[in-house]
């Protein structure tokens, strides 16, 4: 064999070999497309997709910390001064079917008095679909009229139970005709064991709640009734909202079925449940907020009892940036049947996001 024949039989080995490594040359793989995250306008403000899915998310909640002087719903806590800081997150979901959106409600509560370990408390965990909500929420006796006034103790006069379980439904026509159905858990929420002493530790009756309102312009109207099937009794509470654009107000008033008793839906608060002072037959609130610039707003409420509770609450709200409140408040509550009343006072700090 020749040089020459040497040579070219070389390059073709090695042409050869070339070619098989390059056949089973390692091609790096394309990069995953990177998915941003998407807004969902859909539901409000605040939500976006869950990356990969069609659901919407929504996180929320608040930082609060307050310094409290005395109890405005019990004339024998002279405690004085105390502090309390909250932490609460509030995640919501939301996803489009053909009954709908699907939509859920957690929110988790972080209470830090002073003295005291931090306490947990589920504060709402709902499912909601086409009108449907089952869950826990506070009661549609408060939800469906809107609370009370725009103060922090709005309530000294009880106005209804929060916090328990629930079926409810709610509907809407769309034409300012509102109304709504609940069937509330008679084992969780304020009176769940009987507030006058009745056992109901084999109960299996719910509690009902119903209620029907209107609007139309600056007008609102609603009521709303709840029966208590441990105590056999309940109440009426109807209520008047006006918005005159300067200032908006509202008045409401409460009916007991049977004044002498105590029931779910018109109960008492602080020194009042203990010694057994509700409603009696009826109770009235009434109050008003006034918007002075952006960032200030005053608000105002009375109420008063049959049973001749009266209390009334001043605030003002300061928002010196968003999302931040600083809020100052004033209570002055009189029990005329026992003889004893009480001032109180509020200052709040509190950031929401």
């Given amino acids: 064999m020749n040089i020459k024949s040497l040579l070219l039989g070389s390059a073709a080995a090695l042409a050869a070999v070339s070619g098989a490594h390059a056949a089973d040359a390692v091609v790096a793989a394309e990069p995953e497309p990177l998915e941003y995250v998407r807004i969902c306008d859909a539901y409000g403000a605040g939500y976006f997709f869950i990356p ?7 996180i929320g909640g608040k930082v609060r910390t307050e310094g409290q002087w005395y109890d405005p ?3 024998s806590a002279r405690f004085g001064t105390k502090w309390h800081t909250r932490a609460e997150l509030q995640l919501q979901t939301a996803t489009d079917t053909e009954y709908g959106p699907l939509k859920t409600n957690t929110e988790l509560r972080w209470d830090w008095n002073d003295g005291n370990a931090t306490s947990t408390n589920l504060l709402h965990a709902s499912i909601s679909l086409g009108g449907f909500l089952v869950g826990k929420e506070d009661s549609q006796f408060n939800v469906f009229t809107g609370y009370a006034g725009d103060v922090i103790n709005d309530d000294v006069v009880y106005d209804g139970p929060y916090e328990l379980n629930q079926i409810t439904y709610n509907y809407d026509a769309g034409n300012g005709f509102s109304a709504v159905i609940s069937l509330e858990d008679t084992n969780s929420g304020s009176g769940a064991t009987g507030s006058n002493g009745e056992d109901s530790s084999d109960h299996y009756a719910p509690d009902v709640v119903a209620g029907a309102g209107f609007k139309s312009g600056a007008w609102g109207f609603k009521v709303v009734g709840g029966y208590d099937s441990i105590v056999e009794e309940g109440a009426i509470k109807a209520r008047v909202d006006a918005d005159f654009g300067v200032f908006s107000a509202f008045v409401m008033g409460g009916w007991n079925t049977d004044g002498s008793k105590l029931n779910k839906y018109a109960g008492a608060n602080g020194g009042g449940a203990a010694s057994g002072i509700g409603w009696g037959d009826w109770a009235v609130w009434g109050g008003a907020s006034v918007p002075i610039n952006e960032k200030l707003k005053w608000n105002f409420q009375v109420a008063y009892t049959d049973s001749k509770i009266f209390s009334a609450t001043t ?11 600083v809020e100052p408040e004033v209570t002055y509550t009189n029990w005329d049947s026992i003889n004893q ?13």
């Fill in 73 to 75: 719903y019990n004339p």
């Fill in 315 to 325: 605030n003002l709200k300061f928002k010196p940036v968003k999302n931040l409140l």
């Fill in 52 to 58: 990969g899915s069609e659901t919407c998310l929504k």
């Fill in 341 to 353: 009343d009480q001032w109180a006072g509020i200052l709040r700090f509190e950031r929401s996001f």
